[in-house]
């Protein structure tokens, strides 16, 4: 019930659009998505923007997804090193399984993730897609 | 006042394609038939997760790219489709947050069939002609959606084209000389608001619509322009299909060669709201500086808004800013038709 | 110095799609049962711990606290414990420290799951609550899809081929093949494994953990009273609990459970062994990957050589280092909130020498390992005869 609100996915759009994480103000370390506490002890952040340039960590293709994503099933998921260091888990579009390698440069596309049924929401963000 | 033009455009055209030959095996027509007769080798199509407001986003962002501005310099934002995503709840909204365009933002969708982005673009030059906001985008996307079985099955497809306005002389790619509408009641094709598939009025849509409106419109710009068409280096009109835009071309006193360059038609089909728009887009992505280009769109309904625009060599600076109209095109995959429908599913 | 508790008592029921049992039928069953063995009745039980996961999604039931001291009639404090798929371990941790800070001397501790009501997609979509739903429920990360990434990175890294990975539910199948209560009792082969169908690109069917109706039970004592009431008591002399990041992609790495490594060093220390002392464990094979990086995490094997160790058949429960003996998360099945607790009664009557065809010859320390999510919480115990 709660994903078919709009408000839940609606608090991070800058986040989920733009790739905004955060940048520490004291150490400068880099977090996708924001955090609270940075490693280095600090609390005071400032929000960063991601180019929206990655590689491939690792990948896999979801045969049957859960129900909000049932009719996007087969979809193929990854773990992607954003080029500015941080890790993000990200569905990877326009792309098959065997079109996947470990190691491959990957950028950001704005996508639909899923609708909350024939009367709710659209819910959008990035995906990735291989560099081309 | 200064005078008013483009200071950035960019496109984009979904991945996915589906050829004439798969669709005619389906419903047993002749596909050499159905290609020569339309014009249409092939369309585009959306990928299961891309709508128009995922392409309206795409292109916005390769036009802020050309124009190497932030999206927060955007003062109105207005978004032509057929397809827009929510009947209530605009396009335009989500785009801003996408290019982080900021509060201080005029937006709206339009609707005029498909000349709905070429009037985004007309907006926007008033909006900043006038000196209200400094930077325009007027965006012109579709996901086209045809009845199975139905003809536009091989003509109706995705893709669309943004454009910024701006009035600063060193940042202009394309000025913007004039624009103009030829509009009236015209009953062509139309598509009820409960309707899943719209519904057209068969040969109507040909001289007294398609033709009457781009001839009007073209033939008026001429007169108030005090133009020839061997002035122009390039001519786009609205594409239906592969053979309207050439018979108008004929009708005008254009040649072959200046329509060429915009055609796109024939490898994604048509793309309602961004037709015309790509068609430009495809132009500026080759064209040089000091070149001169007439753009008449059409939207059935009906209503023809014309343009003409002087390239300048900033242009030539900005072309491989951002991915050219001729690398989403080339860039393509087939489906089946199952699959082609399952992608339609998705976008009901 | 670590206070020793010890388990008393023990009650499990089968484990399977157990279309005629509630949630409460099936929770009170092993509750019943524990008491049975253990040889004391409900009103010796001064305080309940149950281990649950998803019962409010799955059946709309929270509370499970108050239902498990109703089954007893009984009005003692009794809480529910979650903490993903590892909230059966935690409800064991709790009813340690029930008693270790004395304030209770003999406690219940529970897991019960009820999964089969739902469709299978809502099962999924539930369990992806054990990851970031921010993160990676957006992103449509399923949980095979999480280990699946897991398992290709590992592959690349180790070289890990499919067939080694595939011994791993094998060995689980033969192993539950002699456990009565398993849900799967027939034995596969490693062509079963390969050709089954693809669940999440490497990991087919066969590398999954099943979807499982079940309940556990243990009753904890303090020693003194352990003493008295069962010679026979199996003696948890370690415990601890790590976590770390809920989302895989915020680890530091993704062939390596760091929390596994930090729960087993404190619990090691605690119980006063090294990893080399270890004669049996029970870890948690959510999905084939995750026993061999459990068995790396524990220290039982090298980084990388948990499935060469596999493949050449160490894990079997009359071979070198004999992993789940019950048939693991995979054959035994895999009652999420009962998991933990089961782990600790198939070690309890391995040490006590109470497990027939499967009985491990020489089992006096047994270790158990259960993680919840991909490894944002992993809980180990240490029992000893």
Not at chain 2, 228 to 239: G, I, N, R
Not at chain 2, 265 to 292: C, F, H, M, P, W
Not at chain 2, 303 to 317: A, P, W
Not at chain 3, 174 to 179: A, C, L, T, V
């Amino acid at each position: 019930m709660f994903r078919s609100s709009p408000i839940i996915r609606w608090r991070k759009y800058d986040e989920r659009y733009n790739l905004v994480g955060a940048k520490c103000e004291k150490c400068g370390k880099l977090y996708y998505p924001k955090v609270a506490l940075c490693s280095c002890g600090s609390a005071k952040f400032a929000p960063h923007k991601f180019k929206g340039e990655g590689t491939l960590v690792s990948f896999t293709e979801v045969s049957s997804g859960p129900e909000a994503f049932a009719e996007h099933s087969p979809y193929c998921l990854g773990i992607v090193q954003l080029a500015e260091g941080p890790r993000i888990t990200a569905q990877l579009a326009d792309c098959k399984l065997e079109d996947l390698k470990i190691g491959m440069p990957l950028i950001a596309s704005f996508r639909k993730f899923y609708t909350s049924g024939e009367k709710g929401s659209i819910h959008y963000g990035t995906k990735f897609v291989p560099k081309w | 006042m200064q005078n008013v033009g483009l200071v950035g455009y960019g496109s984009y055209v979904p991945k996915w394609r589906i050829k004439a030959e798969t669709i005619a095996e389906v419903w047993g027509e002749n596909a050499e038939r159905i290609k020569n007769g339309l014009g249409i080798l092939e369309k585009s199509l959306p990928a299961k997760d891309e709508d128009t407001i995922t392409i309206s986003v795409q292109a916005a962002r390769n036009a802020l790219l050309r124009a190497g501005i932030a999206g927060s310099k955007i003062g109105a934002i207005f978004v032509g489709s057929e397809s827009h995503p929510y009947a209530v709840k605009p396009t335009a909204a989500t785009v801003i947050d996408a290019i982080q365009a900021g509060f201080d933002t005029m937006a709206a969708d339009t609707e005029f069939a498909c000349k709905a982005g070429s009037a985004a673009i007309q907006m926007c030059a008033g909006l900043v002609k006038s000196e209200m906001i400094d930077y325009g985008l007027a965006i012109g996307a579709d996901t086209s959606q045809s009845a199975p079985g139905n003809a536009l099955e091989y003509s109706a497809s995705a893709g669309g084209a943004a454009f910024i306005l701006g009035r600063e002389k060193k940042e202009i790619v394309a000025e913007l000389e004039r624009t103009l509408s030829f509009t009236s009641d015209t009953p062509d094709f139309w598509r009820r608001g409960l309707a899943e598939h719209p519904e057209h009025a068969g040969r109507f849509t040909g001289e007294p619509a398609y033709f009457k409106h781009i001839l009007g419109a073209t033939q008026m710009m001429l007169e108030q322009s005090k133009a020839k068409p061997s002035d122009f280096d390039f001519v786009v009109f609205h594409m239906p299909n592969g053979k309207f835009p050439i018979q108008a071309a004929k009708k005008l006193g254009f040649s072959m060669e200046q329509l060429k360059s915009g055609l796109v038609v024939e490898r994604i089909g048509n793309t309602y709201s961004g037709s015309s728009l790509l068609g430009l887009s495809a132009v500026l992505d080759i064209a040089k500086a000091g070149q001169k280009i007439l753009v008449t769109s059409y939207g059935s309904g009906a209503g023809s808004d014309s343009f003409i625009f002087n390239t300048t060599k900033r242009l030539e600076e900005v072309q491989s800013k951002a991915k050219k109209t001729e690398e989403y095109i080339a860039r393509k995959e087939y489906v089946s038709y199952a699959r082609y429908r399952q992608h339609m599913e998705m976008i009901m | 110095m670590f206070m020793k508790v010890g388990v008393i008592g023990t009650g499990i029921t089968k484990f399977g799609e157990l279309w005629d049992k509630s949630l409460r039928e099936l929770l009170a069953e092993a509750q019943l049962k524990s008491l049975e063995e253990a040889k004391i009745s409900p009103k010796d039980v001064e305080m309940i711990f149950t281990g649950n996961m998803c019962a409010d999604a799955l059946s709309g039931q929270l509370h499970i606290g108050a239902m498990a001291s109703e089954n007893l009639n009984l009005n003692v404090p009794s809480t529910r414990i979650e903490g993903a798929c590892a909230s059966g371990a935690l409800a064991i941790r709790a009813g340690l420290q029930a008693i270790e800070s004395g304030a209770a001397k003999i406690v219940q501790v529970n897991g019960v799951e009820k999964m089969t009501d739902v469709s299978v997609e809502q099962v999924t979509t539930a369990l992806m609550g054990a990851g970031d739903e921010e993160v990676e429920g957006f992103a449509g990360a399923t949980f095979p899809a999480l280990y699946a990434l897991m398992a290709r990175a590992y592959m690349k890294e180790f070289g890990l081929t499919r067939e080694e990975l595939a011994a791993v539910p094998v060995k689980s199948h033969k192993h539950g093949s002699m456990n009565p209560i398993a849900q799967f009792q027939r034995e596969i082969t490693v062509d079963d494994v390969v050709n089954a169908v693809m669940v999440s690109d490497p990991l087919t069917l066969m590398d999954c953990s099943p979807i499982t109706d079940g309940a556990s039970s243990i009753i904890l004592a303090s020693e003194s009273i352990a003493k008295k009431l069962n010679p026979e008591a199996v003696w948890i002399v370690g415990s601890s609990q790590a976590t770390d990041t809920l989302a895989l992609s915020a680890r530091e790495s993704l062939t390596e459970v760091k929390a596994t490594r930090l729960a087993a060093e404190k619990a090691f220390k605690q119980a006063g062994i090294t990893s080399k002392d270890v004669h049996l464990a029970e870890v948690h094979d959510c999905f084939s990957i995750a026993e061999l990086l459990a068995i790396e995490g524990l220290g039982l094997a090298k980084k990388g050589e948990a499935g060469k160790h596999a493949a050449a058949g160490f894990h079997y429960f009359d071979s070198k280092i004999p992993i789940n003996t019950c048939g693991g998360l995979k054959a035994c099945g895999h009652p999420i909130g009962a998991t933990g607790v089961k782990q600790a009664i198939e070690i309890v009557h391995q040490l006590q020498q109470m497990a027939g065809k499967r009985q491990v010859k020489k089992a006096e320390i047994g270790v158990t390992q259960n993680v919840g999510g991909t490894g944002a919480t992993v809980v180990v115990n240490v029992f000893k005869r």
